[in-house]
Protein backbone atom coordinates (compact mmCIF):
# COMPACT_ATOMS: atom_id res chain seq x y z
CA UNK A 1 0.00 0.00 0.00
CA UNK A 2 1.63 3.54 -0.89
CA UNK A 3 2.15 6.11 2.01
CA UNK A 4 -0.71 9.01 1.33
CA UNK A 5 -0.07 11.02 -1.44
CA UNK A 6 2.31 8.83 -3.02
CA UNK A 7 0.73 7.05 -6.44
CA UNK A 8 0.79 3.24 -6.79
CA UNK A 9 3.03 1.47 -9.32
CA UNK A 10 0.95 0.89 -12.64
CA UNK A 11 3.14 -1.72 -13.72
CA UNK A 12 3.89 -5.52 -12.83
CA UNK A 13 -0.45 -6.76 -13.58
CA UNK A 14 0.49 -9.02 -16.14
CA UNK A 15 2.99 -10.70 -13.52
CA UNK A 16 0.31 -11.05 -10.82
CA UNK A 17 -2.43 -12.53 -13.33
CA UNK A 18 0.05 -15.38 -14.56
CA UNK A 19 0.47 -16.53 -10.42
CA UNK A 20 -3.35 -16.66 -10.51
CA UNK A 21 -4.58 -19.75 -12.30
CA UNK A 22 -7.72 -20.88 -13.16
CA UNK A 23 -8.06 -23.15 -10.11
CA UNK A 24 -8.66 -19.57 -8.56
CA UNK A 25 -11.61 -19.09 -11.06
CA UNK A 26 -13.02 -22.13 -10.88
CA UNK A 27 -13.09 -21.62 -6.76
CA UNK A 28 -15.21 -18.53 -7.71
CA UNK A 29 -17.57 -20.15 -10.00
CA UNK A 30 -18.21 -23.17 -7.25
CA UNK A 31 -18.90 -20.21 -4.90
CA UNK A 32 -21.64 -18.65 -6.84
CA UNK A 33 -23.01 -21.86 -8.11
CA UNK A 34 -23.56 -22.62 -4.19
CA UNK A 35 -25.10 -19.18 -3.81
CA UNK A 36 -27.54 -19.87 -6.68
CA UNK A 37 -28.25 -23.58 -5.34
CA UNK A 38 -28.85 -22.09 -1.95
CA UNK A 39 -31.17 -19.50 -2.86
CA UNK A 40 -33.82 -21.45 -4.41
CA UNK A 41 -34.34 -23.15 -1.25
CA UNK A 42 -36.27 -20.59 -0.33
CA UNK A 43 -40.36 -21.47 -0.60
CA UNK A 44 -43.26 -19.18 -1.20
CA UNK A 45 -44.64 -19.97 2.09
CA UNK A 46 -41.33 -18.90 4.07
CA UNK A 47 -41.94 -15.01 2.84
CA UNK A 48 -44.30 -13.58 5.51
CA UNK A 49 -46.02 -10.23 4.83
CA UNK A 50 -47.69 -8.25 7.33
CA UNK A 51 -48.95 -5.00 7.95
CA UNK A 52 -49.44 -3.30 11.46
CA UNK A 53 -51.98 -5.11 13.46
CA UNK A 54 -55.01 -2.20 14.74
CA UNK A 55 -54.22 -2.69 18.50
CA UNK A 56 -50.50 -4.08 19.02
CA UNK A 57 -48.80 -5.25 21.57
CA UNK A 58 -46.71 -3.21 24.40
CA UNK A 59 -43.30 -3.74 23.38
CA UNK A 60 -40.87 -3.95 26.37
CA UNK A 61 -36.71 -4.26 25.48
CA UNK A 62 -34.30 -5.75 28.12
CA UNK A 63 -30.81 -5.32 27.90
CA UNK A 64 -27.46 -6.25 29.94
CA UNK A 65 -24.40 -5.39 30.25
CA UNK A 66 -21.03 -5.35 32.05
CA UNK A 67 -18.84 -8.11 32.59
CA UNK A 68 -16.08 -9.02 35.18
CA UNK A 69 -13.71 -6.88 34.86
CA UNK A 70 -14.94 -3.58 34.69
CA UNK A 71 -12.84 -2.01 37.56
CA UNK A 72 -9.02 -2.81 37.49
CA UNK A 73 -9.26 -4.73 34.17
CA UNK A 74 -5.57 -4.90 34.54
CA UNK A 75 -5.01 -6.08 37.65
CA UNK A 76 -7.49 -9.30 37.18
CA UNK A 77 -7.39 -10.74 40.65
CA UNK A 78 -8.21 -7.01 42.23
CA UNK A 79 -10.57 -6.38 39.26
CA UNK A 80 -14.76 -5.91 40.02
CA UNK A 81 -17.13 -6.76 38.09
CA UNK A 82 -20.30 -5.09 37.16
CA UNK A 83 -23.69 -6.15 35.96
CA UNK A 84 -26.61 -4.20 35.23
CA UNK A 85 -29.82 -5.17 33.58
CA UNK A 86 -32.64 -2.59 32.33
CA UNK A 87 -35.57 -2.30 29.98
CA UNK A 88 -37.55 -0.04 28.03
CA UNK A 89 -40.30 2.01 29.33
CA UNK A 90 -43.92 1.61 27.85
CA UNK A 91 -46.57 3.32 28.16
CA UNK A 92 -49.05 3.20 31.32
CA UNK A 93 -51.74 5.10 33.07
CA UNK A 94 -53.08 7.88 30.56
CA UNK A 95 -51.62 9.94 27.32
CA UNK A 96 -47.87 10.93 28.00
CA UNK A 97 -47.36 8.74 30.82
CA UNK A 98 -45.14 5.59 31.14
CA UNK A 99 -44.30 2.98 33.44
CA UNK A 100 -40.50 2.83 33.96
CA UNK A 101 -38.77 -0.63 35.30
CA UNK A 102 -35.78 0.24 37.85
CA UNK A 103 -32.72 -1.00 36.72
CA UNK A 104 -31.09 -4.34 38.84
CA UNK A 105 -27.14 -4.27 39.18
CA UNK A 106 -24.90 -6.78 40.59
CA UNK A 107 -20.85 -6.82 41.60
CA UNK A 108 -19.27 -9.70 40.98
CA UNK A 109 -15.89 -9.49 43.22
CA UNK A 110 -13.15 -11.64 42.31
CA UNK A 111 -11.07 -11.76 45.53
CA UNK A 112 -13.76 -13.11 47.19
CA UNK A 113 -14.64 -15.47 44.39
CA UNK A 114 -11.15 -16.41 43.88
CA UNK A 115 -9.50 -16.71 47.43
CA UNK A 116 -5.85 -15.96 48.58
CA UNK A 117 -3.49 -19.05 47.35
CA UNK A 118 -6.41 -21.57 47.01
CA UNK A 119 -6.50 -23.17 43.55
CA UNK A 120 -9.32 -25.70 44.22
CA UNK A 121 -11.35 -23.37 46.25
CA UNK A 122 -13.15 -21.61 43.27
CA UNK A 123 -15.59 -24.39 43.01
CA UNK A 124 -17.47 -24.15 45.71
CA UNK A 125 -16.99 -20.08 46.56
CA UNK A 126 -19.14 -20.12 42.73
CA UNK A 127 -21.62 -22.16 44.25
CA UNK A 128 -22.26 -20.56 47.72
CA UNK A 129 -22.29 -17.16 45.43
CA UNK A 130 -24.91 -18.55 43.24
CA UNK A 131 -26.69 -20.36 46.03
CA UNK A 132 -26.77 -16.60 47.63
CA UNK A 133 -28.22 -15.45 44.81
CA UNK A 134 -31.08 -17.70 44.22
CA UNK A 135 -31.75 -17.75 47.90
CA UNK A 136 -33.16 -14.07 48.17
CA UNK A 137 -29.90 -13.14 50.09
CA UNK A 138 -28.66 -10.75 47.49
CA UNK A 139 -30.78 -7.48 47.84
CA UNK A 140 -32.77 -6.55 44.17
CA UNK A 141 -30.82 -9.32 42.49
CA UNK A 142 -32.32 -11.85 45.18
CA UNK A 143 -35.55 -10.61 44.80
CA UNK A 144 -35.75 -10.86 41.22
CA UNK A 145 -33.96 -14.71 41.08
CA UNK A 146 -36.61 -15.63 43.70
CA UNK A 147 -39.71 -14.63 41.68
CA UNK A 148 -37.48 -16.13 38.38
CA UNK A 149 -37.10 -19.28 40.39
CA UNK A 150 -40.78 -19.73 42.15
CA UNK A 151 -42.41 -18.98 38.70
CA UNK A 152 -40.06 -21.13 35.95
CA UNK A 153 -39.39 -23.79 38.75
CA UNK A 154 -36.06 -23.34 37.84
CA UNK A 155 -33.19 -23.69 40.46
CA UNK A 156 -29.19 -24.33 40.90
CA UNK A 157 -29.76 -27.88 40.02
CA UNK A 158 -30.80 -26.31 36.55
CA UNK A 159 -27.51 -24.28 36.21
CA UNK A 160 -25.27 -27.30 35.72
CA UNK A 161 -21.44 -26.69 36.55
CA UNK A 162 -20.65 -24.97 33.57
CA UNK A 163 -20.26 -21.39 36.07
CA UNK A 164 -18.13 -22.93 38.33
CA UNK A 165 -15.26 -23.88 36.02
CA UNK A 166 -13.98 -20.18 36.56
CA UNK A 167 -14.71 -16.29 36.65
CA UNK A 168 -15.48 -15.67 32.79
CA UNK A 169 -18.27 -18.86 33.37
CA UNK A 170 -19.63 -17.31 36.25
CA UNK A 171 -20.04 -13.93 35.15
CA UNK A 172 -21.23 -15.03 32.05
CA UNK A 173 -24.18 -17.60 33.54
CA UNK A 174 -25.02 -14.83 35.70
CA UNK A 175 -25.33 -12.53 33.34
CA UNK A 176 -27.40 -14.22 31.41
CA UNK A 177 -29.84 -15.40 33.96
CA UNK A 178 -30.66 -12.12 35.79
CA UNK A 179 -31.68 -11.32 32.27
CA UNK A 180 -33.65 -13.84 32.06
CA UNK A 181 -35.34 -13.34 35.03
CA UNK A 182 -35.96 -9.62 35.01
CA UNK A 183 -38.20 -10.66 31.93
CA UNK A 184 -40.13 -12.87 34.19
CA UNK A 185 -39.48 -10.28 37.09
CA UNK A 186 -41.90 -7.93 34.82
CA UNK A 187 -44.49 -10.83 32.88
CA UNK A 188 -45.30 -11.46 36.76
CA UNK A 189 -44.51 -7.34 38.58
CA UNK A 190 -46.01 -5.53 36.30
CA UNK A 191 -48.85 -6.95 33.16
CA UNK A 192 -51.49 -7.29 35.83
CA UNK A 193 -53.19 -4.71 34.22
CA UNK A 194 -52.37 -5.32 30.50
CA UNK A 195 -52.29 -8.60 30.69
CA UNK A 196 -49.08 -10.83 29.77
CA UNK A 197 -50.65 -11.79 26.13
CA UNK A 198 -50.60 -8.18 25.63
CA UNK A 199 -46.56 -7.26 25.90
CA UNK A 200 -44.31 -8.20 23.48
CA UNK A 201 -40.99 -8.82 25.05
CA UNK A 202 -37.90 -7.80 22.99
CA UNK A 203 -34.59 -9.59 24.16
CA UNK A 204 -31.57 -8.51 23.25
CA UNK A 205 -29.36 -11.27 21.32
CA UNK A 206 -30.52 -14.63 20.59
CA UNK A 207 -33.30 -17.12 21.99
CA UNK A 208 -30.33 -19.54 23.32
CA UNK A 209 -28.88 -20.20 26.10
CA UNK A 210 -25.66 -22.18 26.41
CA UNK A 211 -24.01 -23.27 30.08
CA UNK A 212 -26.81 -24.90 31.54
CA UNK A 213 -28.78 -27.62 32.06
CA UNK A 214 -31.21 -29.12 29.42
CA UNK A 215 -34.03 -28.79 32.16
CA UNK A 216 -33.25 -24.91 32.19
CA UNK A 217 -34.41 -24.34 28.89
CA UNK A 218 -36.95 -26.57 29.06
CA UNK A 219 -38.29 -25.30 32.16
CA UNK A 220 -37.50 -21.45 30.47
CA UNK A 221 -39.74 -22.38 27.51
CA UNK A 222 -42.92 -24.21 29.43
CA UNK A 223 -42.75 -20.58 31.57
CA UNK A 224 -43.48 -18.50 28.45
CA UNK A 225 -45.66 -20.60 26.53
CA UNK A 226 -47.93 -20.55 29.44
CA UNK A 227 -47.68 -16.90 29.97
CA UNK A 228 -48.96 -16.13 26.47
CA UNK A 229 -46.50 -13.25 26.14
CA UNK A 230 -44.92 -12.99 22.54
CA UNK A 231 -40.90 -12.87 22.92
CA UNK A 232 -38.57 -12.29 20.26
CA UNK A 233 -34.67 -12.11 20.40
CA UNK A 234 -32.88 -9.68 17.83
CA UNK A 235 -29.53 -9.84 16.92
CA UNK A 236 -27.38 -7.30 15.09
CA UNK A 237 -24.44 -9.64 14.28
CA UNK A 238 -25.01 -13.42 13.42
CA UNK A 239 -23.28 -15.30 10.29
CA UNK A 240 -26.86 -14.59 8.85
CA UNK A 241 -25.59 -11.48 7.45
CA UNK A 242 -22.07 -10.99 8.14
CA UNK A 243 -20.24 -14.21 6.44
CA UNK A 244 -19.71 -14.38 2.90
CA UNK A 245 -21.90 -17.15 1.26
CA UNK A 246 -24.97 -16.93 3.70
CA UNK A 247 -25.24 -13.22 3.91
CA UNK A 248 -25.29 -13.02 0.16
CA UNK A 249 -28.24 -15.60 -0.20
CA UNK A 250 -29.63 -13.14 1.94
CA UNK A 251 -29.63 -10.30 0.13
CA UNK A 252 -30.20 -11.67 -2.40
CA UNK A 253 -33.77 -12.85 -1.05
CA UNK A 254 -34.26 -9.48 0.30
CA UNK A 255 -33.84 -8.03 -2.57
CA UNK A 256 -35.98 -10.13 -4.95
CA UNK A 257 -38.47 -10.52 -2.40
CA UNK A 258 -39.54 -6.67 -2.30
CA UNK A 259 -39.21 -6.18 -5.80
CA UNK A 260 -42.01 -8.72 -5.82
CA UNK A 261 -44.39 -7.76 -3.77
CA UNK A 262 -43.19 -3.87 -4.02
CA UNK A 263 -42.78 -3.42 -0.62
CA UNK A 264 -40.36 -4.45 2.65
CA UNK A 265 -43.27 -5.29 5.39
CA UNK A 266 -42.19 -8.94 5.15
CA UNK A 267 -40.22 -11.27 7.07
CA UNK A 268 -38.18 -14.52 5.74
CA UNK A 269 -38.37 -17.70 7.83
CA UNK A 270 -35.01 -19.14 6.98
CA UNK A 271 -35.24 -22.34 5.70
CA UNK A 272 -33.21 -25.64 7.08
CA UNK A 273 -31.12 -25.95 4.10
CA UNK A 274 -29.71 -22.34 5.17
CA UNK A 275 -29.47 -23.25 8.59
CA UNK A 276 -27.44 -26.48 8.37
CA UNK A 277 -24.97 -24.65 5.92
CA UNK A 278 -24.47 -21.71 8.54
CA UNK A 279 -23.92 -23.84 11.65
CA UNK A 280 -22.16 -26.89 12.21
CA UNK A 281 -24.17 -28.47 14.77
CA UNK A 282 -28.55 -28.69 14.29
CA UNK A 283 -28.38 -27.75 18.19
CA UNK A 284 -27.29 -24.42 17.62
CA UNK A 285 -29.96 -23.60 15.48
CA UNK A 286 -32.52 -26.29 16.05
CA UNK A 287 -34.87 -25.81 19.12
CA UNK A 288 -36.48 -28.88 18.43
CA UNK A 289 -33.26 -30.83 18.43
CA UNK A 290 -31.74 -32.80 21.45
CA UNK A 291 -29.49 -31.29 23.50
CA UNK A 292 -30.08 -27.56 22.14
CA UNK A 293 -28.99 -24.41 23.32
CA UNK A 294 -31.56 -22.81 20.68
CA UNK A 295 -35.28 -21.34 22.14
CA UNK A 296 -36.81 -20.19 18.66
CA UNK A 297 -36.89 -20.30 15.24
CA UNK A 298 -34.89 -18.36 12.84
CA UNK A 299 -36.41 -15.32 10.82
CA UNK A 300 -34.42 -12.18 9.04
CA UNK A 301 -36.11 -8.57 8.78
CA UNK A 302 -35.04 -5.71 6.49
CA UNK A 303 -35.55 -2.50 8.70
CA UNK A 304 -34.84 -0.04 5.89
CA UNK A 305 -35.72 -0.75 2.43
CA UNK A 306 -33.15 1.68 0.62
CA UNK A 307 -29.77 1.14 2.25
CA UNK A 308 -26.36 1.50 1.06
CA UNK A 309 -25.48 -2.07 0.66
CA UNK A 310 -27.99 -5.28 -0.14
CA UNK A 311 -27.50 -6.78 3.86
CA UNK A 312 -27.54 -3.27 5.80
CA UNK A 313 -29.90 -2.52 8.85
CA UNK A 314 -31.00 -6.52 8.44
CA UNK A 315 -32.48 -7.53 11.66
CA UNK A 316 -32.00 -11.56 12.54
CA UNK A 317 -34.69 -13.16 14.69
CA UNK A 318 -35.37 -15.66 16.84
CA UNK A 319 -39.12 -16.33 17.40
CA UNK A 320 -40.24 -19.39 19.57
CA UNK A 321 -41.61 -22.32 17.49
CA UNK A 322 -45.38 -22.21 19.02
CA UNK A 323 -46.11 -18.52 17.67
CA UNK A 324 -48.38 -18.77 14.85
CA UNK A 325 -48.31 -16.94 12.05
CA UNK A 326 -50.32 -14.14 12.83
CA UNK A 327 -47.98 -13.43 16.00
CA UNK A 328 -44.94 -13.76 13.53
CA UNK A 329 -46.34 -11.16 11.21
CA UNK A 330 -47.18 -8.68 14.57
CA UNK A 331 -44.12 -9.07 16.20
CA UNK A 332 -42.24 -8.09 12.79
CA UNK A 333 -44.82 -4.93 12.09
CA UNK A 334 -44.20 -3.76 15.29
CA UNK A 335 -40.08 -4.35 15.34
CA UNK A 336 -40.35 -2.22 11.79
CA UNK A 337 -42.37 0.57 12.91
CA UNK A 338 -39.85 1.07 15.85
CA UNK A 339 -36.90 0.90 13.80
CA UNK A 340 -33.82 3.21 14.27
CA UNK A 341 -31.32 4.97 11.54
CA UNK A 342 -28.70 4.75 14.46
CA UNK A 343 -25.86 1.66 14.60
CA UNK A 344 -26.79 1.12 10.43
CA UNK A 345 -30.17 0.04 11.87
CA UNK A 346 -31.52 -0.79 14.59
CA UNK A 347 -34.69 -1.10 16.88
CA UNK A 348 -35.38 1.77 18.84
CA UNK A 349 -36.16 -0.13 22.25
CA UNK A 350 -33.38 -2.00 22.43
CA UNK A 351 -31.52 1.29 21.97
CA UNK A 352 -33.24 2.98 25.15
CA UNK A 353 -33.01 -0.18 27.02
CA UNK A 354 -29.36 -0.68 26.04
CA UNK A 355 -29.02 3.37 27.15
CA UNK A 356 -30.41 2.33 31.01
CA UNK A 357 -28.35 -0.46 31.63
CA UNK A 358 -25.13 0.55 29.93
CA UNK A 359 -22.23 0.54 32.05
CA UNK A 360 -19.55 3.49 30.93
CA UNK A 361 -16.16 4.07 31.50
CA UNK A 362 -17.30 7.41 33.64
CA UNK A 363 -18.98 5.10 35.68
CA UNK A 364 -16.58 2.88 36.39
CA UNK A 365 -13.88 5.77 37.17
CA UNK A 366 -16.17 7.37 39.78
CA UNK A 367 -16.59 3.37 41.91
CA UNK A 368 -12.46 3.54 41.18
CA UNK A 369 -12.01 6.45 42.82
CA UNK A 370 -14.55 6.15 45.61
CA UNK A 371 -13.23 2.07 46.55
CA UNK A 372 -9.52 3.28 46.59
CA UNK A 373 -10.73 6.37 48.96
CA UNK A 374 -12.24 4.05 51.39
CA UNK A 375 -9.23 1.70 51.18
CA UNK A 376 -6.58 4.91 51.63
CA UNK A 377 -8.41 5.22 54.99
CA UNK A 378 -7.25 1.68 56.31
CA UNK A 379 -3.93 1.44 55.20
CA UNK A 380 -1.13 3.05 56.63
CA UNK A 381 -0.01 5.45 54.50
CA UNK A 382 3.42 4.22 53.37
CA UNK A 383 1.60 1.27 52.54
CA UNK A 384 -0.75 3.22 50.76
CA UNK A 385 2.17 4.41 48.60
CA UNK A 386 3.96 1.39 48.33
CA UNK A 387 1.19 -1.07 47.03
CA UNK A 388 -0.20 2.33 44.24
CA UNK A 389 3.50 2.80 42.93
CA UNK A 390 3.48 -1.49 42.55
CA UNK A 391 0.24 -1.15 40.65
CA UNK A 392 0.58 1.89 39.08
CA UNK A 393 -2.91 3.03 39.84
Known amino acids: MPYAGEPSNPFGV ?8 EGVVDAYCRFFDKVEDLSKTLKEEDVIPFDLPQDPPIPVAIAVDGGQSILFREHPF ?7 VSASPFPWGGRGKELRFPPVEDQIAPPALLGLGEADGFRERAREAMRARFSGEWGAVGEILQVFSRRTKIGLQDLGTYYQKDLEGFTRVLREVLEWAYMVWILEGFSGAVGPSRLLLIKDGRLAQTGVENSFRKKLKDYFAQSGALIVGVSKRSRMVQEGLISLVISEWLEDQANRLGHGRFLIRVPEELMKEAYKYERQWNAEA ?6 GRRYVLRLFEETLEPGQAVAVLDIPERVDEEGVKTIGAVLKEARSALFGGSVGYLQEAHGR ?4 EGLSQKLRRAIMERLRERLPEERWWK ?3 ILQV
Open 290 to 295: EQTFSL
Open 387 to 389: YMR
Open 14 to 21: ERFLERID
Open 357 to 360: ASIG
Open 78 to 84: LSIGLVR
